[in-house]
């Protein structure tokens, strides 16, 4: 349950750092899942959720067998073909928090793992969540959760604070090569007032759908996992592009 005061620096900031959401043993039981489905994959081939950084798909970066792992930078919807992952979103951390800002009945709309390998893993510009998702009111909000050390030398988030008071802003391809699909960038505010995120393994950020974020490249020697999911109420209204999974019901909380 969250305090009254974090429930305002939630309203006002469009953020919520908790501390220790989840201990070690579910971090190594996450990443070792990961690690299960990212073996499965065929190297460089988009499939079961698994994509491939572009710069592997161009060439740009070459790994030796060994290291191909390295070469996914997210898992996209695990949820929707591997069990555990979507066990993990009906039971996803913090949904007592999200219970607090949506509201008893809540639905995971999105479930992303994902990992900024050393030295390569990929900058992703600013943006809205909400940009990507069509359900009204844009208020949902994203529970992301550090599964290493999440400093700026390895991409950490930044936020800009307020930002969820905007309007929807519109966004664009990057002029950059070899960005990863689908990473699009905000458009008509100032970049200037970001401010980074960092976290502990198993501390999370709460934001709200609409504000503003971004992760820097990781020029560093270590990872940079993090496991995300998106929730909104279900009683709002829905697109088609909203692939809903029911993980919390009034009924359920009684």
């Known amino acids: 349950m969250l305090s009254q005061a974090q429930i305002d620096h939630y309203q006002d900031h469009g953020y919520l750092i908790v501390e220790g959401l989840i201990d070690n043993a579910q971090i190594a039981e996450i990443l070792s899942n990961v690690d299960d489905v990212i073996s499965q994959a065929e190297y460089g081939v988009d499939e079961h959720s698994v994509c491939w950084d572009s710069q592997i798909r161009s060439g740009k970066v070459e790994l030796n067998e060994n290291e191909q792992h390295l070469?996914?930078?997210?898992?996209?919807?695990?949820?929707?073909?591997?069990?555990?992952?979507?066990?993990?979103?009906?039971?996803?951390?913090?949904?007592?928090?999200?219970?607090?800002?949506?509201?008893?009945?809540?639905?995971?709309?999105?479930?992303?793992?994902?990992?900024?390998?050393?030295?390569?893993?990929?900058?992703?510009?600013?943006h809205q969540d909400g940009h990507y998702f069509d359900f009204k009111p844009s208020t949902g909000c994203g529970v992301w959760i550090a599964l290493d050390p999440a400093r700026v030398e390895n991409g950490c988030l930044w936020v800009v604070p307020g930002s969820h008071k905007l309007d929807l802003l519109e966004h664009e391809k990057p002029d950059v090569e070899d960005i990863n699909r689908a990473f699009l960038e905000a458009q008509g505010f100032n970049k200037d007032d970001g401010i980074p995120v960092e976290l502990k393994p198993g501390s999370a950020v709460i934001f709200h759908n609409k504000l503003l974020h971004m992760s820097g490249p990781n020029t560093s020697d270590y990872s940079r996992r993090s496991i995300v999911a998106h929730f909104a109420n279900s009683n709002w209204t829905f697109g088609e592009r909203c692939k809903r999974l029911a993980v919390r019901r009034k009924a359920l909380a009684v």
Request: hydrophobic share 35%; no cysteine.
């Open 71 to 126: 070469g996914v930078f997210k898992l996209h919807h695990p949820h929707d073909e591997f069990p555990y992952f979507e066990n993990l979103g009906k039971y996803y951390p913090g949904l007592e928090i999200v219970a607090d800002l949506l509201g008893e009945d809540i639905d995971m709309i999105a479930q992303q793992v994902i990992m900024k390998p050393p030295k390569h893993g990929q900058w992703q510009p600013y």
